[in-house]
Structure formats: structure tokens, C-alpha cells
């Protein structure tokens, strides 16, 4: 058995071709693909977070909203940047999210991608300190949001507060029991799959990396995953950790899907270079029949070592066709690889 769930991007447009044309439809249809999604059978719904885009940006009224609709369904994000973040007011956010759903939130965070502004963490009142880069915030702002989201009191109370104060130390509130477990790193490299297994976080890893070999992206990939369970082990943590992988999946068994993507089925694995003149690999896509499909997954090292897949849709494409998708996978090609 497989975990399989989406990952919305929430690009909107005011093309006549996007039938996602405002910040509007992007939060409101984001919310119906998850309640579809749930009602199909899949089981996560997962929102990428940008800032200064027309995407989706500040995730938890729309975590929250999701929760408050939906009963079963994983909710999370792929992922939150971490630069961008007050941890202590994230904790309280993603605490009034998890239990507003009931415990199902599965937040993906991480340093973030190659941003729209020139450092825009700064614009949300962020500056570096001396001899700190930003991604060495990003991993400070991580490790005081897990330490934060254990629940322990850390803060004097005041001795004549407003309401009467419990005993002891304070804590920021509201505190969701459980959360800290499900906390997920989105690793970019080896070394950074490494720092999260330490820490005790769940895994994700996208469509793209650091190039580290001049081997097929799935194959880098799946050894990535097996450095970041080793570490896990090494740690010693007293649980088993969980690790996700995204792809662009199509099963083409309607004229939509081959008029769409009929022409990706031959695409193959792309080099590139991320914002820092970084090499990084960006994985295929792949769109096939579903027999077809099948056999290509079979091959693919990096989903069989993963427990959950996510699902990349075009959200621009509309609720109904993109729920056909997510059903497309569930019903023909999931059971052919033994996930369903």
C-alpha cells in the first residue's frame, strides 16, 4: 500500500485560458479539489507555498479551511519556506489548523526555492545576522519552530496577567498534541536529507535536486532517501519516519488527457540551475496509457522507496478535470502497482 495524494501549486491568471483567474478561485477551488479528492479516495491534499506570486501563499486559512470541510484526508504543504517565518507565530497557526482537522495536518517545510523578489524575506521583516546565509536562517527559524511545537512552557508569566496563568512556564497556544511528529523536511540534497532525519522529520523530496551524480534523477533520488533513512536510524528516534515523493503523473484514457499531455509521454529528465547557479536535475513527467504507465513506474527507484506519492496537478485546468486525474491514477494504475 501506497499513500497517494495532490500537490496544487494554486497558479491563477486572468487568462481567458485559466479557468483559475483570481486569488479567489485559486483558495475557493483548492478547497473543492481536496473534498473531491477525499471523496475518490486519496488520501492527502498538499499546497506549495510562494510568496510574491500568483500562487498560493499564506497556507493556514486555507489549511484550516480544508480541515474544517474535509474528514479524513491528509492535509499539508510542499512546502512552507522557512525564511519567511515568525516560528513562534507559525506554531500557533499550524496548532489552531491541526485541531481544527482533527489532527490530519502533514506540514512540509523547508528553505524554500528560488524566490520572485530579490531576498523577499526581507520585506516580511527578516535580516540576516552577521556571517549567517539565508538558508542557515531558515534552519534556525526550523529549529526553534520544533522546539516550540513540543508544548513545553518556555515563557515568564506575568505576575499580574489579564486571565489567571496555569503553573509554570507558558507555552504558545493553541498546542496540538501530536504535530511535532508530523513535521516533514523538503530536501534539496543528500545533506540536507541528512540534517532533517537528525531532527527527527518526516521527509519530502520534489521533482528536482541537487545534481550529486551523473545518474537518471530517480536513481539520485532513491539514494537520497536511503542516506536520510540511515541518518533516521543512526538518530536512534523511536518511530518509523514517512517519506514522499512528487511526480507529474497522467493517465491518458480520455480524448482531454491525450489532447493535454499525449505529447509528454517521450519527456525525459532535465538539467538545470536554480537561483544560486546551483546544478539541479528536474525529473520527467510522465503521461501513457495506463499499461503503459504501469511499466514505466515499475521502474521508477525513488517511488518504490517512498511510502507516499504527490500527485503535481494543473490547477488551472479546473476542479472537475483535475479530480478526473487523481481518479485516473486511483482506479488505473495504482492497483497494477500494487498501491491500491
Do not use: C
Not at 530536501?187 to 540534517?195: D, E, H, P
Not at 500527485?311 to 479546473?318: I, S
Amino acid at each position: 500500500m501506497k499513500k497517494i495524494g495532490f500537490l496544487s501549486f494554486g497558479h491563477w491568471t486572468p487568462s481567458p485560458q485559466s479557468q483559475t483567474r483570481s486569488a479567489s478561485d485559486a483558495l475557493l477551488q483548492s478547497i473543492e479539489l481536496a473534498v473531491a479528492a477525499e471523496e475518490l479516495g486519496a488520501d492527502g491534499a498538499y499546497f506549495r507555498v510562494h510568496h510574491f506570486a500568483r500562487q498560493l501563499g499564506s497556507p493556514f486559512p486555507l489549511l484550516a479551511a480544508v480541515g474544517a470541510k474535509t474528514k479524513r484526508i491528509e492535509i499539508g504543504t510542499a512546502v512552507i519556506d522557512m525564511r519567511y517565518e515568525n516560528p513562534l507565530y507559525m506554531a500557533e497557526d499550524a496548532g489552531a489548523a491541526d485541531l481544527i482537522s482533527g489532527g490530519r495536518l502533514q506540514l512540509g517545510i523547508s528553505r524554500g526555492s528560488p524566490e520572485q523578489v530579490i531576498d523577499g524575506w526581507r520585506y516580511f521583516g527578516f535580516a540576516l545576522p552577521e556571517g549567517m546565509t539565508d538558508a542557515e536562517m531558515a534552519r534556525r527559524h526550523t529549529e526553534v519552530f520544533l522546539e516550540v511545537i513540543r508544548g513545553k512552557g518556555f515563557a515568564q508569566p506575568n505576575p499580574q496577567p489579564m486571565f489567571p496563568n496555569p503553573p509554570g512556564l507558558l507555552r504558545v497556544e493553541p498546542y496540538s498534541e501530536g504535530l511535532r511528529e508530523r513535521i516533514w523536511w523538503g530536501a534539496g540534497s543528500n545533506a540536507t536529507a541528512v540534517w532533517g532525519a537528525k531532527l527527527g522529520m518526516n521527509m519530502q523530496s520534489s521533482t528536482l535536486k541537487v545534481v550529486e551524480s551523473d545518474k537518471p534523477f530517480h536513481v539520485q533520488q532513491a539514494e537520497q532517501i536511503r542516506a536520510y533513512r540511515e541518518a533516521w536510524k543512526e538518530a536512534g528516534h523511536n518511530r518509523e519516519p514517512r517519506v514522499s515523493v512528487s511526480r507529474s503523473i497522467f493517465a491518458l484514457v480520455d480524448e482531454r488527457d491525450h489532447a493535454y499531455f499525449g505529447r509528454d509521454s517521450e519527456s525525459d529528465d532535465q538539467i538545470g540551475f536554480l537561483g544560486d547557479n546551483t546544478r539541479a536535475i528536474f525529473g520527467r513527467s510522465y503521461a501513457a496509457e495506463p499499461d503503459g504507465l504501469i511499466a514505466q513506474l515499475k521502474q521508477d527507484e525513488a517511488i518504490a522507496e517512498a511510502d507516499t506519492l504527490l500527485l503535481t496537478v494543473p490547477n488551472q485546468l479546473g476542479v472537475d478535470y483535475n479530480a478526473h486525474v487523481i481518479e485516473a491514477i486511483l482506479k488505473h494504475v495504482a492497483p497494477g502497482l500494487g498501491w491500491r
